[in-house]
């Protein structure tokens, strides 16, 4: 440990001697929930960065990180570094990908692409071959006048290969696909009173219980709604989020993406263990402007994306046109 320290001290020492500029790692939250900043991540290489924001991440098992940008889908690896993009067979990339999931399916990881653009969301192997997709809405008489009402924000698939679509940008409604991909109900549209969303933004099936349930991000009416597999109402968990957008599982923990600023981690019963970035209250919230310069290294403006990967680490997305993901590691309490 103090060979390390030594080395640390000698390049923070050589940097600073060069001219370069030093970004210390920051921590944000609270008691067993505190998370530290990992300056610099993702790097890459002349020439190529992040770009507009209003997409998702998500993470594989082997320590990759995908980052959906406006025009292509980022792989950031294990080492941190820029490794490319994933594209078909026919060298074309996935543009306008708004939420995404890295998912195991029949013994093979697979994301799970929602794009609201083209009225589908679409199932892809990190090599780019699409496995299936589901395009346009369920074709019920009178649930859509016209495909353009549909924007599916998000999607999740059970470990029993049921299929679950988020229409956030649309009619906020859920709907519930078999494992066949067969349309089996809705539920939801727009309203402000319970079981009714305003922008039903994220899905997330969470295992963790004896039977996997359904965890919606109703990010306008500033709640996170909990529901069965079949659709039926469970409870609110929180109504006092800040327009939550986005939701990931590591463990027994739940981490939700907030719109307005703020990560906020959950135990299994989904008591509030802590909450992130949220430190600096003279910040502007929730505005995908904000300029590099008046960035503060760990504190949030306007999560879109949340995920952890493999070892626990946690990834903020920020809708922004500069582009901005942070990562977060935990800081095990003395």
């Known amino acids: 440990m103090r060979i390390c320290s030594v080395l640390l001290s000698l390049v923070l020492v050589l940097s600073l001697a060069l001219g370069a500029e030093i970004t210390a790692p920051a921590r944000t939250g609270q008691g067993a929930g505190v998370y ?12 190529k960065r992040l770009g507009n924001l209003h997409g998702d991440l998500a993470a594989d098992s082997k320590g990759n990180v995908y980052i959906a940008t406006g025009n292509t889908i980022q792989v950031i690896g294990p080492d941190g570094n820029y490794h490319g993009e994933i594209r078909t067979k026919g060298g074309k990339v996935f543009k306008g990908v708004h939420g995404m999931k890295v998912r195991r399916l029949e013994g093979e990881e697979i994301l799970l692409l929602a794009m609201p653009r083209i009225k589908r969301v ?3 192997k990190p090599d780019g071959t699409v496995v299936w997709q589901i395009i346009g809405p369920p074709e019920v008489p009178g649930m859509y006048k016209s495909r353009g009402e549909y924007n599916p924000t998000d999607m999740d698939v059970s470990p029993d290969g049921r299929v679950v679509i988020v229409d956030g940008y649309g009619k906020s409604l859920v709907h519930l696909y078999d494992k066949d991909r067969k349309y089996m109900k809705s539920f939801g549209g727009k309203g402000k009173e319970t079981e009714k969303f305003d922008v039903c933004h994220n899905i997330l099936i ?3 219980g004896e039977k996997p349930t359904l965890l919606i991000s109703d990010r306008q009416n500033n709640r996170l709604q909990h529901y069965d597999m079949e659709g039926n109402f469970i409870r609110t968990i929180d109504d006092q989020l800040g327009r939550p957008c986005a939701a990931d599982i590591h ?4 981490a939700v993406g907030e719109l307005d600023g703020r990560i906020s ?14 430190e ?12 590099p310069e008046h960035w503060h290294e760990g504190d949030l403006v306007a999560v879109h994306g949340c995920t952890f990967d493999v070892h626990g680490a946690l990834y903020a997305q920020e809708w922004n046109v500069h582009g901005r993901v942070t990562k977060y590691i935990r800081v095990e309490a003395p």
């Open 206 to 208: 969470d295992p963790r």
């Open 36 to 47: 530290e900043t990992v300056p610099g991540w993702p790097s890459y290489p002349e020439g």
């Open 122 to 124: 679409v199932a892809v």
């Open 280 to 291: 600096r209250k003279d910040r502007q919230k929730a505005s995908n402007q904000i300029s």
């Open 251 to 254: 463990g027994e923990v739940l």
């Open 265 to 278: 981690l959950y135990g299994k019963d989904y008591k509030l263990i802590s909450r992130l970035g949220d």
